[in-house]
């Protein structure tokens, strides 16, 4: 009795412990298009995290890669795309690492027995990894788990090919032992896939119609979420949905749930779109730019309900848009992209009080009635389409505090001053608290160890 009560304990401290851990860690992010003319490399080397329950905003100008990191979260990048090798996307909930490693154990790896057969000259010298692209200098440090999880699974001696499941803590065979370990969602397929997306992640983008299918009423589509996520059927099933369209603001939910999406307006679509991810009872909800296409009075209501929803149910939201007005309303923390890259990050509040990258203040200065600049101007020129790897900062053709060696150094994400650690720029001016001369040198360094060849 002793001991299962030892372990049962010891099973819910694990738990607790990992509750500080991001339900979404996303590491080094590249996505590219393999066309005739050129590559497109559309995300460039992203990171960020998203707790369970927060809402992170994605912002930036069009084509700088906000849909393509959102579709690369959800697998959804086609051919001639893929993610590349180094790229890592872990999605840590215990329950979801638990649920599948019993389903596809066959796809389940013990990190344990892959540390016991790692030579790290396997993967650094005979492939184009860096030791810098997972943080550290020198090879014998990079743990297994990371080369894995970023693809480098023959160097790890991992001949399927397609694991997707790791177990840091706890027994591959016995799935309710699992303490630690993630689901590396770039490396999902087939029916994992159809479990993550819907079952666990589900998606909100602009146009309502692309989600709806116009020949079937609106409650048998949210039914058909409902049998496939909840095992729900008939009577109960159509019950629920009703409860969903109300939940969401639909009036008159229980006639509603017969008509067509054609018999709904545009913001009533969208809200039965939502219901309709409700209905598989994410962990997280993805929403590509969900109300530009509505008018200004619809779209406050809908934002209203995505957070009236993250708070009730406790999703975590990684909301695109390219509206700063909109995403200091929505947003915990923001992440700022230019052409491929996060060049700033940081919680809502300091991003609009000190906004640090030239290019967010460039962001903010074009917001009517805008917090920074009364005037209302927008930045000259163009996001450039990434063909290369980053040798020179891409914002530098644009920017008003550009100097010599904009054009010649990759800035890479560094906090803003040496004091803060949760605010990062990737802008040579920063940390600002040292010389210019001094910052160059650092980010110089750091791009140079990151380097592939
Ligand atoms: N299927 C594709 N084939 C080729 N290139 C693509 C494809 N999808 C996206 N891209 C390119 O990837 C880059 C990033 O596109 P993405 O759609 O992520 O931008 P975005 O930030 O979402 O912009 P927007 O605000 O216009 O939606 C662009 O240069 C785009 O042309
Ligand atoms: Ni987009």
Do not use: W
Request: hydrophobic content about 35%; some cysteine.
């Amino acid at each position: 009795m002793a001991v299962e009560e030892e372990s049962a304990s010891g099973a819910a401290a694990a738990d607790e412990a990992r509750s500080d851990d991001p339900l979404i860690d996303v590491r080094n992010l590249q996505t590219a298009f393999f066309t005739d003319k050129e590559t497109i490399r559309a995300v460039d080397g992203v990171d960020f995290q998203i707790d369970s329950g927060q809402t992170v905003g994605i912002v930036g100008e069009s084509g700088s890669g906000k849909s393509v990191t959102a579709r690369s979260l959800m697998g959804l990048i086609e051919s001639p795309g893929r993610v590349l090798r180094g790229s890592s996307v872990r999605y840590r909930d215990l329950d979801a690492v638990r649920e599948f490693a019993e389903l596809f154990s066959k796809r389940t790896v013990a990190v344990e027995e892959l540390a016991a057969r790692y030579d790290p000259t396997e993967v650094f010298g005979a492939t184009d990894a860096t030791p810098a692209e997972f943080g550290h200098d020198d090879p014998a440090d990079v743990p297994v788990v990371d080369v894995a999880a970023a693809g480098y699974t023959d160097e790890v001696g991992i001949t399927d090919g397609d694991e997707c499941v790791f177990v840091l803590d706890g027994d591959v065979d016995s799935p309710a032992s699992i303490r630690d370990g993630f689901v590396e969602i770039t490396r999902l397929s087939g029916e994992a896939q159809r479990k993550m997306r819907g079952g666990r992640i589900a998606m909100v983008f602009q146009d309502p119609l692309t989600s709806l299918n116009p020949v079937y009423t609106v409650g048998n589509q949210i039914e058909e979420a409902l049998e496939l996520h909840q095992g729900l059927s008939g009577k109960e099933a159509t019950q629920e949905a009703a409860e969903l369209l109300e939940a969401v603001g639909i009036p008159d939910a229980r006639r509603r749930v017969n008509e067509y999406p054609h018999q709904f307006s545009g913001g009533m679509r969208q809200r039965a779109v939502i219901a309709m991810a409700l209905a598989c009872e994410p962990d997280m909800l993805i929403c590509d730019e969900p109300t530009t296409a509505l008018d200004v009075t619809i779209q406050a209501q809908i934002l209203d309900l995505i957070a009236e929803i993250q708070e009730s149910r406790d999703v975590a939201v990684m909301f695109i848009t390219h509206d700063m007005g909109v995403i200091a309303d929505v947003s915990d923390r923001v992440n700022v992209m230019y052409a491929g890259e996060v060049v700033e990050s940081a919680d809502v509040g300091p991003l609009f009080a000190d906004p640090k990258h030239p290019y967010t203040n460039g962001l903010l200065d074009s917001i009517p009635g805008g917090q920074v600049g009364d005037k209302l101007s927008t930045i000259d020129g163009s996001v450039p389409t990434p063909n290369e790897p980053a040798t020179h900062c891409r914002f530098a053709p644009r920017c008003p505090k550009a100097f010599d060696e904009c054009e010649s150094v990759h800035p890479v994400p560094t906090p803003v001053d040496e004091e803060t650690d949760d605010h990062t720029a990737a802008c040579l001016l920063y940390p600002d608290d040292v010389s210019t001369e001094e910052a160059v040198e650092r980010h110089q360094e750091q791009d140079r160890r990151g380097d592939r060849q």
